[in-house]
């Protein structure tokens, strides 16, 4: 056995359960055992989750490599209400292209049993259905190829290997004009362009809003310029009009923009390098050498082209005539947090809709409204944090949207809302400070476009667009307000010890080269939940101080590791950052746990024990 291996923990690895079942499997239903034999990468995740996306597309040449040691089973771990119905698991799986086994666990039973404490997390079981490792976040899929090798090697030798095709059954496809549309735009042509997300492609439709006039891309996965046979996209959303005779695109797992010329129906690229955006990477500069991550939507603001930078929790801009881009708001941090554009927190801004003095958009994590003034101050008109979200009409300040994608500039003053996973068009009045619901009964709304006295919205998850008269009165719904399914995590109220694990991937070492490699960043909501702790600092580990007077909130934490290939002999060793963010909803109870451990990469040993 070679040393990593005999120095690894192995803890039994519970068995997969959830109330909705399996998908992907042709109707099969699975346990553990079924998979002995097999490397297991379980990947939890839930739809809404930008950092679940982008883990689903670094896992796609992991899959291809492994296809005949390793089975992949997402478990799919709701945050939002709508999350948790079937049917929405379901068309997700298809929309985001997931080709290996789901295991729908909506009470999040499996989630508890596996200890999960944020999306995404990634935990590998060995053939003897042994755990043997867990990541938190995105970027850890080059440490996990490198244990699967190991793994591999190592069960080949001892006989408890076994290969051959895995228990992934593709579903029919669905004959419809569009499929899961993300973004709408009314050209000048009197026509529509739609990003029809889930088959690649951009498609013009005449004025009736469903006879298709021309589709623009291979409709494969793919990042090639071209004329409109040979342009490829990946999963594009948003769409602006970049002039009369061009727009541009937010191709969105390709990490660019594009420019569609109207005329010839060609296609370029205007900023992104096919790349995803980690942190440390440059946050300016001319755009076609500048990564981006997952770009959203698109809207011409103040003379330049503004971008929901989803991925990073973000607002960019491209400047078209000077062919750069840059960052206009957001630190980074995913919350709820207004001021100046560079002290503003985001969570996956997703809409964007400007008029001449405000850019409106849709923060779809944090369920909120939000503007952005002239002067680049960010300020939220509905919403109020991470965790709370429902369908609550009347004054802004206690109404409620949840997970909102899409808005639109109305008129009037007022602003329509595509309030997602509510299923409902909403609108918010800034003349009165009150929200409203204008439509029911959509399914999966994620953008709208006014045409004279109508407003047609795409209907995502029915594939298609679907024409409303803008109503002189308002739909009246029942108020429902919701918070997060998750269980809030029992804590000793005083002290509370912080522990952030990660354990450098094998064949590397921690990056000190340029200073500390590791960045913890803590908060609470609310504030006063935190007597002691907040802050940044470069330790992994951290006394926390808890006012016992505070029974519950939230911990808010972030945390970042940069590690290289350990060896000497390389000049230019690469490197790779490992990032998550946390929300822990936390209850104060005495004799409660005083440790508070987060798994950024390895195992808590701590918690382990032998197990093997």
Known sequence: MNDSA??????????????????????????????????????????????????????????????????????????????????????AVERYGVEHPVLDDPELATWKQYAVRAWPTLVVIDPEGYVVAQHAGEGHVHAIERLVEELEAEHEAKGTLRRGDGPYVAPEPEPTVLRFPGKALLLPSGNFLVSDTTRHQLVELAEDGESVVRRIGTGERGFADGSTEEASFNEPQGLALLDDSSVVVADTVNHALRRLDLASGAVTTLAGTGRQWMQGAPTSGPAREVALSSPWDVALFGGTVWIAMAGVHQLWTYDPEAGTVQVAAGTTNEGLVDGPGAEAWFAQPSGLAATEERLWLAD????????????????????????????RDGEAGQALLQHPLGVTALPDGSVAIADTYNHALRRFDPATGEVTTLATDLREPSDAVLVGDDIVVVESARHRLTRLRLPEEAVR????????????????????????????????????????????????????????GEGADSDLSRELELDPAVTEGVLHVSAMAASCDDDPANEYPACHVHQQDWGVPVRLVAGAADRLPLVLAGLDEGAAGDGS
């Open 6 to 91: 005999s120095r690894r923990v192995r803890v039994r690895a519970p068995e997969l359960v959830g109330k909705g079942g399996w998908l992907n499997t042709g109707d099969q239903q699975y346990t553990l055992a079924d998979l002995r034999g097999r490397i297991v990468i379980l990947d939890f995740w839930t739809f809404c989750c930008i950092n679940c996306l982008h883990v689903l597309d670094e896992l796609r040449e992991l899959e291809e490599r492994h296809r005949d040691t390793v089975v992949v089973v997402g478990v799919h771990s709701p945050k939002f209400v709508h999350e948790a119905e079937h049917q929405a698991v379901v068309d």
């Open 364 to 391: 779809s994590e944090t369920s909120a409204l939000r503007w952005v003034d002239l002067d680049g101050a960010v300020h939220t008109a509905v919403g109020t944090g991470l965790f709370d979200f429902g369908h």
């Open 477 to 532: 719904v029942e108020a429902v307000a919701h918070r997060t399914q998750r269980a809030a995590t029992e804590v000793a109220p005083g002290r509370l010890r912080l522990d952030v694990i990660f354990q450098a991937p094998a064949g590397q070492k921690l990056d000190t080269r340029y200073g500390p490699s590791t960045r913890l960043l803590v908060s609470a909501t609310p504030p006063e939940l935190l007597l002691k």
